[in-house]
């Protein structure tokens, strides 16, 4: 599962890796006034309860953008990092990312194997 | 018959309506937020100023009542309360109304308009008690008094309490009521209104006991029972006294628009004046020996210099940006989740000030999450931004020509106590002890007051040249 806590908008996102990598759900929330990482957590929670999982059956939890304040996780990635792996993902041939955010517009290089 | 005038100050946040009379005495004060709508944040504001206008006269008629029987004051101030209250109530089946309608247009699927109808239903029936209650009580306390954002706060609170699934679309559904329902005009019916407030006071006073009894002491309970008694004692007088000034006809003799929407307001052209002169004779009229006048609004900062008789000399502003300036203190309180009012009592707690780097509000915004995350406390980082609000405020004083003997602060902000405290540490700092600061009660209705004097006046004046007159 991944998890991008950004300043307006909450992503998450869970894929199945046992044999070739499916995007099983995508969901996104506004944040407005809530508190995120109270919000972050219930969409976890909601998106395992779809699937019928636990938390305990997540191989990695990875979170990005202002992820870092999540208690449970496995690994908390920059989003430099993150951006292009996603961009790779569906475009593989792509050279040049450009994420533009709320605050900041940000363009990088990555090689083939997205870094 | 009584002459009266109206200077409407229509700021980016907030618009303010004065009525004076003859003798430049302020007899009514009307605010409301500014919307998309600003011919109709303008006329609300002036109705609000009239029916305060009618509660004052009020209050003149039963001054001698008043100093013999002090609870009388009290009984004028709940009617006005509980008269806000009517009037909020009109607005919420409004409100209520535009709800259905988006319901109704943004939903096609039958069952899920009727379920997002009852949960509207179910939101409003939990809210609108609370809020009476607020009203009745007068606990509406330090936070905004706008319709929009009462409403908006417990609407909230209801739809957090919901499963997250809904939260979403009912959110969306409120973006698009709430600024149709904000834009419509209502006329109240003054009479009517304060008659079924008279009823609800009554209702609520006859009560009393009944609601004191578990949490308050033996002394508190003696005199609420006086309330209770002298309200029936009083009702009969009140009544006969609000039929008279509910019969008052009010005949604005002439009216003076300023303020940042001046421009669009249905005014004629000679009606218009700059925020800027009225700043300056509103503050020079409440403390005749001011000479120099700091106005600190949603979108500027004015340092202006005026002469002895409250023309301006002088003035500084601030240019593109609104870092600084009350909006800036808007989306901080946003930020941190908390209300415009409670940021400057929290920023006095403050043990240091936390250096803010950013001239950005965007960005400033940005920096109090990091510097919260680095572990700064929020109380210390307030300090910080309400310090640097002043630090620049204070150069546009020194550029304006410097601060003179008798300092007024005027505008919304003024309010803030600990933009207040800065500020005087600043001032005493930079320009000596010697220095009187004058803070007035009403420092946000500054510019609507010059306005209406203004008004009386007729004047015809144009712009100063912009070199400071050697007194």
Redesign the interface.
């Known amino acids: 599962m991944g998890i991008d806590i950004g ?1 307006n908008f909450i992503k998450l996102v869970l894929m199945d890796y046992s044999a070739q990598s499916v995007l099983l759900d995508k969901q996104t ?2 944040i ?4 995120p990482e109270q ?1 972050a957590e ?2 976890i929670q ?1 998106m395992l309860r779809k699937f019928n999982l636990k938390y305990e059956d997540l191989a990695y939890l990875a979170s990005t953008g ?1 992820g870092d304040m999540l208690k449970r996780k496995r690994g908390h990635f920059y989003g430099m990092t993150t951006h292009a792996k996603g961009a790779h993902y569906f475009y593989p041939d792509a050279r040049t990312v450009v994420d533009m955010g709320e ?1 900041f517009p940000l363009s990088w290089l990555v090689n083939r194997r997205s870094r | 018959m009584n002459k009266y005038y109206l200077g409407v100050d229509l700021g980016s946040t907030t618009s303010k309506a004065v009525i004076i009379n003859e003798q430049d005495e302020i007899i009514g004060r009307g605010i409301t937020n500014t919307r998309a709508n600003y011919s109709v944040a303008a006329d609300i504001a002036k109705d609000e100023a009239i029916y305060n206008a009618r509660f004052s006269i009020l209050k003149k008629k039963l001054e001698a009542e008043i100093k013999s029987n002090p609870a009388y004051s009290k009984y004028i101030n709940d009617l006005e309360s509980v008269f806000q209250y009517e009037q909020f109530k009109i607005r919420l089946d409004k409100l209520g109304e535009e709800l259905l309608k988006t319901c109704y247009t943004f939903f096609k699927d039958a069952a899920v308009q009727e379920k997002m109808i009852q949960h509207l239903r179910n939101i409003r029936k939990a809210f609108k008690p609370v809020i009476k209650h607020e009203y009745l009580y007068n606990n509406l306390g330090a936070k905004n008094q706008f319709f929009r954002d009462i409403v908006s706060e417990k609407y909230n609170d209801e739809v957090n309490k919901l499963e997250m699934s809904l939260f979403e679309p009912l959110m969306t559904v409120w973006d698009k009521s709430i600024s149709p329902a904000e834009n419509q005009l209502i006329t109240f019916n003054f009479k009517e209104l304060v008659e079924k407030a008279m009823d609800e006071l009554r209702e609520k006073y006859k009560n009393i006991p009944d609601e004191v009894m578990e949490n308050t002491s033996v002394n508190f309970d003696a005199e609420l029972n006086l309330l209770k008694g002298n309200f029936e004692k009083v009702y009969e007088t009140l009544r006969v006294h609000i039929d008279e000034i509910a019969g008052l006809e009010f005949n604005i003799t002439n009216m003076t628009g300023t303020g940042y929407g001046r421009a669009l307001l249905p005014f004629p052209q000679e009606c218009i004046r700059s925020e800027i002169l009225c700043h300056a004779f509103g503050a020079h009229a409440v403390f005749p020996d001011t000479r120099t006048v700091l106005d600190i609004g949603g979108q500027d900062t004015k340092a202006i210099q005026v002469d002895r008789y409250g023309l301006v000399t002088s003035f500084q502003m601030n240019d593109r940006c609104a870092a600084g300036c009350g909006r800036y203190l808007g989306y901080i309180a946003d930020e941190m989740s908390i209300s415009l009012n409670e940021l400057g009592p929290m920023a006095l707690k403050a043990e240091k000030e936390v250096n803010i780097c950013s001239t950005c509000t965007v960005f400033a915004g940005a920096e109090l999450r990091e510097l919260t995350n680095l572990g700064e406390k929020r109380e210390d980082i307030l300090g910080g931004l309400h310090k640097a609000i002043i630090m620049r405020a204070m150069s546009l004083l020194a550029r304006s020509g410097g601060v003179f003997n008798e300092f007024t602060f005027t505008g919304g902000v003024a309010r803030n106590p600990a933009v207040i405290k800065y500020l005087s540490e600043l001032v005493k700092e930079n320009y000596g002890d010697q220095i009187k600061i004058n803070i007035h009660i009403d420092s946000i209705f500054m510019g609507a007051l010059g306005g209406a004097m203004f008004a009386r006046r007729n004047m015809n004046l144009s712009l100063p040249t912009g070199k400071a007159e050697t007194a």
Request: glycine residues 0%; positive net charge.
């Open positions: 300043s929330e506004k407005r006034k809530r508190n919000l219930e969409m909601s202002e605050y």
